[in-house]
């Protein structure tokens, strides 16, 4: 795989052949148009390697997927497989997440598993509220359905907002457009969790 560095420095070299000065001066378009390009292909770049650890925690078991686990602070609590390799992955998500809206986006459309164009984030500028803060709604109540992963959504986002933003709460909407908090839908759940347990 060709490193975005010697691809930028071989570019460099290429245009300073043939026009001395172009690129190291930070003014300059053709400076501009290489430095997008660059970190275009950083991105890229990051996203295949986002996506081959990906495909190491889907094909790990056991003890490989412990040592994964370890390698993002992600300690196992029970034997649950399928459920350890979804808290690695979101592990992995805010490890590269800066903070910004549609990283929030993308780990709570991976944490749930809900299609990013049904969740709504509100930033508190659009709405008159404090300027620094932002709401998370419109999430559809039917991707709560697992305890877990509503518990490991409400810490992550905790984590995965930027430094001094204020998060005004995360809500679900029902069918009937009624909105439920994220500590309600939590009681909810663990409601219905602990009738099905008694046989209800």
Not at 32 to 40: C, D, P, T
Not at 145 to 162: E, F, P, Y
Request: charged share 25%; with cysteine.
């Amino acid at each position: 795989m060709i490193e975005v560095a010697d691809l930028y420095e071989d570019l460099t070299h290429a245009f300073n052949l043939r026009l001395p000065q172009t690129t190291d001066d930070e003014t300059t378009d053709l400076y501009k148009i290489l430095s997008i390009y660059v970190r275009h292909q950083q991105d890229f770049e990051n996203d295949l390697e986002l996506v081959e650890e990906w495909r190491a925690i889907d094909n790990a078991e056991g003890t490989a997927l412990d040592l994964l686990g370890k390698s993002v602070g992600q300690y196992r609590i029970d034997d649950d497989d399928e459920f350890f390799r979804f808290q690695i992955k979101a592990a992995y998500a805010i490890a590269h997440s800066n903070g910004t809206c549609d990283d929030l986006l993308n780990l709570i459309s991976s944490v749930l598993q809900v299609p990013k164009k049904l969740i709504r984030l509100e930033e508190g500028y659009t709405t008159g509220g404090n300027a620094r803060s932002i709401k998370i709604s419109g999430i559809p109540f039917v991707y709560a359905q697992d305890s877990r992963r509503v518990s490991l959504l409400t810490n992550l986002i905790g984590k995965g907002v930027a430094l001094g933003i204020h998060l005004a709460g995360v809500y679900f909407s029902e069918e009937s457009g009624a909105e439920i908090e994220i500590s309600m839908a939590m009681q909810i759940l663990e409601s219905q969790t602990i009738t099905q347990k008694r046989g209800g």
